[in-house]
């Protein structure tokens, strides 16, 4: 079953992460920031890739267009722009389930096209950043897609299940799959199997689930430099692949100190660690462990009001460069706050 598009609304997770701690407090007026447009408003899925911030914007549904993806600079200069309903005109309706964009310009889209006379369908579209010419168009079916991410090498990663095989309960079957630039489909990686015996309750067995007490969902994050991170959110598992599929390193990640608090994003630094963001502040993975440890912050009222998750002000954690935690907050405002690795 595809997570629907009103849950994505509520949300903003799975991203990467470069970096540790606050460097110093100070006024947030001096931080670097950047006012989303009003137009972006109703942006459902925000994250920060190769330099550029991808977001899929709610439109209005009675000029034929329920979603865009929109991809803009640093400056908040919108460098692309298409709309799937448009691209794929023989659908009734089209829902985006993630966008990707990578350092060449390849823009990898995954969405569920339905028409009157066909099942929902996954499909697999692949822009041009520069153009925003629509170049490949693949349908995925059987398998049902929920993310994507676009290595170095133009390769689309597709993370996802191949239905006919997961409802006959009789076969195993993989959960990563890699399509080259012209939508061949090369390889697929990470048996089901790998999870059989996880010891986690029914309503945590699925990968793909949701976290209990948590919105963070399955993610898939290609750091640029040969590198593919797969977050299966519920079996709260990251696995490591290199570019040709083998799994370099599998990480099951225990809960048991965050005390039942709530998650309100996951990131993924380009080395793989894991990071949650809680009302408290960031917690991560201790190096070498299964364990949660909260990151030291300076406890300037500004950067504490900021990571202080309220009804009227929530912080995701969206991405990072290589000197700044980038998180947006509820107002569309996006803060790069400063940082030191440690």
Request: some cysteine; charged content about 15%.
């Amino acid at each position: 079953m595809e997570y629907p598009i009103k849950t994505l609304l509520i949300f903003t997770s799975f991203f990467l992460f470069y970096t540790s701690g606050i460097a110093s407090a100070q006024d947030l007026s001096s931080v670097k920031n950047l006012q989303l447009k009003p137009k972006y408003r109703m942006a459902q899925i925000i994250r920060y890739n190769a330099d550029h911030f991808v977001m899929v914007v709610m439109n209005n549904p009675s000029v034929g267009e329920n979603q865009s993806v929109v991809v803009i600079n640093k400056d908040g200069q919108q460098v692309f722009f298409c709309s799937p309903q448009k691209d794929i005109p023989e659908a009734s309706s089209v829902s985006v389930h993630d966008a990707a964009v990578n350092k060449n310009g390849m823009v990898s889209v995954i969405v569920v096209a339905v028409s009157t006379t066909v099942q929902p369908v996954s499909v697999l579209m692949v822009y041009d950043l520069n153009s925003g010419k629509l170049q490949r168009l693949v349908q995925l079916a059987p398998i049902s897609a929920k993310s994507v991410a676009v290595d170095e090498n133009n390769n689309t990663w597709i993370m996802g299940a191949d239905l006919v095989k997961k409802n006959s309960r009789r076969v195993d079957y993989d959960l990563i799959y890699k399509f080259s630039s012209e939508g061949k489909l090369l390889a697929s990686y990470v048996a089901r199997s790998l999870f059989a015996n996880n010891g986690f309750g029914p309503q945590d067995n699925e990968p793909f689930n949701r976290r209990k007490n948590s919105i963070d969902y399955p993610l898939l994050f290609a750091n640029q430099a040969g590198k593919v991170f797969a977050w299966f959110a519920g079996q709260r598992t990251l696995v490591e692949l290199n570019g040709e599929g083998e799994i370099l390193s599998k990480a099951q990640i225990s809960e048991e100190n965050l005390k039942g608090r709530f998650v309100t994003s996951v990131a993924i630094q380009p080395n793989g660690q894991v990071l949650a963001l809680l009302p408290t502040g960031i917690t991560r993975l201790v190096s070498g462990s299964n364990l949660w440890k909260p990151i030291a912050y300076e406890q300037s009222s500004e950067v504490t009001q900021m990571l202080k998750v309220n009804p009227t002000n929530s912080i995701f954690v969206i991405g990072a460069d290589s000197s700044s935690i980038i998180v947006r907050d509820s107002n569309n405002r996006i803060f790069w706050l400063p940082v030191t690795n440690q």
